[in-house]
């Protein structure tokens, strides 16, 4: 890189490259893209994978719909156009979080197959990874903490994923957890040790 | 934080701490804001700061145009709304990054006090970090590194900031610098001594 030493400054070089970025952080970057039904329990995983890869050393932030809703995508509804736009902000914010370093893991229904593909389509190679947290519908009905199942059933929701909306299961996920049937610390391990082995992150000690 | 073992989880415990994460990372995140006058050199000592505080182990990263408009703002044009909502989308984009433990740098000509005042009102007390890059109009306007200035003096660029738009010089920047009579070197010198001096990054061995 050319040391810019001019005050009459005309370009400007790239910022740091990805392997400089590495040697920063000490490990590669990535977007963790959970998808899966409402209750599915993607937000609890990725505070979890949040604080595991962080004890670890390893800089992670989660990106869900409490930051996003409330900031970024304020302006936006539930139409399917307002859902769209929601997605595609939400998968170019993922890429930038990418590039600045950080292992980022997004946790959001993300119902449809293409947005998914959208969001994966914005990275490079390897950036993208989707979990498929896999639940049964009718488990993710029985858990319904924030009661929107049953107001979905009650009709005063309209357009829920799973009751009156679809949700298009990925077909080739780079990972899938089982919530109804794995504790938590085992579908943790499974992407913790996806990461390792795939060199994202050092092996721990 | 409770170490979730059910698998029939109803609630979550939040992410990372402030201090935790800043254990990860072994700095605190901020967003330095660099607003100006436009060729009055933004960019180039933003890439700068990136690569200096990353030769110190420090993760930053360079939020601009470049990686903005062609991505997350690729929706927007150049109304007085639409330039309202891409600094509106560029605070949120920068909290997030501030919250991910990134010291962020965000390089845009973002004339206007108030849109400036909102990205600071997003962030906790201390996290925004405005540095005003004063560059005399004339001087910019002879670097003109992209010939804008020319094609807004012959109108073919309308609402063009300081020619045929205003800029509101900050009236009371955190830091100031004069890219027309300081070196790059004492550019950053000044911010890297703010960070330091304040606790953001650790002294210089």
Request: charged share 30%; glycine share 8%; net charge neutral.
């Amino acid at each position: 890189m050319a040391n810019l030493k001019s005050k009459h400054v005309v370009w400007h070089p790239g910022a740091l490259t990805k392997a400089e970025r590495e040697a920063v952080t000490g490990h590669k970057s990535c977007t963790i893209w959970l998808t899966g039904l409402p209750a599915s329990g993607k937000s609890t995983l990725a505070v979890a994978l949040e604080k595991a890869l962080g004890e670890r050393g390893v800089h992670a932030y989660v990106l869900d719909g409490d930051n996003i809703r409330h900031g970024l995508n304020k302006d936006l509804g539930f139409s399917p156009r307002d859902r769209k736009e929601n997605i595609r902000r939400i998968g170019e914010v993922a890429k930038l979080l990418t590039l600045a370093g950080v292992v980022n893991i997004a946790a959001f229904i993300s119902p449809y197959r293409e947005d998914r593909d959208q969001a994966r389509k914005l990275m490079s190679e390897g950036e993208f990874i989707e979990v498929f947290v896999d639940c049964p519908l009718a488990e993710c009905e029985r858990r319904d903490p924030k009661g929107h199942y049953k107001k979905a059933r009650a009709g005063e929701i309209p357009d829920f994923t799973g009751v009156s909306a679809p949700y298009e299961p990925p077909l080739n996920p780079e990972i899938v957890v089982h919530t109804d049937r794995e504790v938590e610390a085992e579908s943790l391990a499974k992407i913790v040790a996806y990461l390792e082995q795939r060199g994202y992150i050092p092996a721990a000690n």
